[in-house]
């Protein structure tokens, strides 16, 4: 059972666009929720979190939404750049767990 | 570079045969965790320890094993491998291991032939 969904495996932006990466989960208890960036040959690395009590938090050029009632998140990445060319996983922790769930990911391709 | 070493970097074997993987965390980290990442899958996380006592358990394999040693390193051990047990395993560390930021390795690629 698959509690974190990825639906779009890749998509493709131009340069100086938004990109907006999409998540939904089914487990009502996760309240803690982080986006994480990978590139080839690398492991992946923190971008960005969101705990439930709030529905955006922002970092430079990422933002993430949380829509609790719609259980979905999504990162958004204004401008995008060619470096952002990765695949990009969002995970969902539940309280009271250490452990985090994570998708299947979206490779996103940025095209100068 | 995260900090955390993970070794080998590949490993080619046979079904039924057993193998170790390990893992550095980072300077002053006390929490390993291990995920497994089969073709087109997500990071399935299998296990987790914290300064040498295992703290969490997922979808680990009863064929699989791990431990946490005084030093903090890893180990990740599977036995009588099989082919669908290929895959990239990444290890991740963190300072408290309560949902703080996760520094993963680069991964160690084990195909089983």
Not at chain 1, 30 to 39: C, M, N
Not at chain 1, 89 to 95: D, E, H, N, Q, V
Not at chain 2, 25 to 49: A, K, N, T
Request: with cysteine; hydrophobic share 35%.
């Amino acid at each position: 059972d698959q509690q974190v969904k990825q639906n779009s495996p890749s998509l493709s932006v131009q340069e100086g666009r938004i990109s907006i990466l999409n998540c939904d989960y089914t487990n009502s208890m996760f309240d803690y929720f982080l986006w994480y960036k990978k590139y080839p040959a690398e492991g992946p690395t923190f971008l960005i979190s969101i705990s439930s009590i709030k529905d955006k938090n922002e970092d430079g050029r990422f933002t993430v939404f949380l829509n609790k009632s719609a259980k979905h998140l999504s990162l958004h990445i204004v401008p995008s750049q060619p470096g952002d060319s990765a695949v990009y996983f969002c995970a969902a922790s539940a309280r009271g767990t250490y452990k985090y769930i994570f998708g299947t990911g979206t490779r996103l391709k940025v095209l100068a | 570079d995260s900090g955390v070493t993970q070794t080998p970097k590949h490993l080619i074997t046979a079904t039924g045969q057993r193998v170790t993987l390990r893992c550095s965390p980072r300077s002053g980290d006390l929490s390993v965790y291990w995920y497994q990442q089969s073709l087109d899958q997500g990071l399935q996380f299998l296990i987790q320890y914290y300064n040498g006592e295992e703290r969490a358990k997922g979808n680990i394999l009863e064929r699989f094993s791990a431990q946490q040693f005084p030093d903090l390193h890893s180990e990740l051990n599977l036995s009588s491998l099989e082919l669908g047990d290929s895959a990239l395993y990444f290890c991740a560390s963190s300072v408290q291991g309560l949902r703080d930021e996760q520094f993963f390795g680069p991964g160690t690629r084990l195909t089983v032939l």
